[in-house]
């Protein structure tokens, strides 16, 4: 189970972690998220949930949101809220999930390969890696065929 980190936001533009029980920078909540903890940010005077407002400053700093199309950022300012919560932000969490997975099978497979490979090749340069990958991409177009 992901453990979720309470933190409060006072006025001062302070954070304050329950867990730590002490004030943390907006760079320790990025560490925690990094690492897979869930995290819950709250206004301290309205108790209003400002997580989404924290993650989105935090994604703007690293400059992250930059890479977004500035077709998709000006659809999102059309559209009302219920439409960004109900169909986008599903659509996005969804996607962004397999992509994820998609990196992980693909990573895996990657291990497994240079697992394959004698210790030998592991030491030297990249060249025999792609000797035996240019290799194996040739004995199957020739079985395909």
Known sequence: MVETISIKKYGNR???SSKEKTYVTIAEIK???QKGHRIQVTDANTEQDITSEILTQI???QGRASHLPVEILEQMIRMNEKTLT???APLLE???RMMS???EVAL???KMLAQALPTTTKTKSSTGLNAKLTK???SSTKKSN
Do not use: C, D, H, P
């Open 108 to 110: 895996s497979g990657f």
């Open 31 to 33: 560490t925690w998220v």
């Open 86 to 88: 109900k169909i986008w």
């Open 101 to 103: 997975q998609m990196g």
């Open 14 to 16: 302070r954070f304050y």
């Open 94 to 96: 969804q996607n962004l």
């Open 59 to 61: 994604l703007l700093e």
């Open 136 to 138: 194996a991409t040739k």
